[in-house]
């Protein structure tokens, strides 16, 4: 049974942007943190970004002032604004719900390609 399922992916140039979404069932929208992974070619997962049930929000550093996450109560959706996009961002972005450190549910993952 899927649980998370995210969009919003896609092939996009360089300081261009993109929304992902990642849709969650109430249940698991209403009890966990909610985040982003990525993977990108030949490198370890990062993470992204996360958001707690309250609204707190926390970013790598190197998506700082560039992404923003954020969490619509009413459609248990999580967002992950994504500008000022650099090839570097390329990668596999994988939604989460859980601790960041140990996610207890994960989306199937979108890729973002940013190239010119």
């Known amino acids: 049974q899927v649980q998370l399922v995210e969009s919003g992916g896609g092939l996009v140039q360089p300081g261009g942007s993109l929304r992902l979404s990642c849709a969650a069932s109430r249940s698991i929208f209403s009890t966990y943190t909610m985040g982003w992974y990525r993977r990108a070619p030949g490198k370890q997962r990062e993470s992204v970004a996360d958001i707690s049930r309250g609204g707190i929000t926390d970013y790598a550093n190197s998506v700082k002032g560039r992404f923003t996450i954020s969490r619509d109560n009413a459609k248990n959706t999580v967002y992950l604004q994504m500008n000022s996009l650099k090839p570097e961002d390329t990668a596999v972005y994988y939604c989460?719900?859980?601790?960041?450190?140990?996610?207890?549910?994960w989306g199937q993952g979108t890729q973002v390609t940013v190239s010119s």
């Open positions: 989460y719900a859980g601790h960041p450190y140990s996610p207890n549910y």
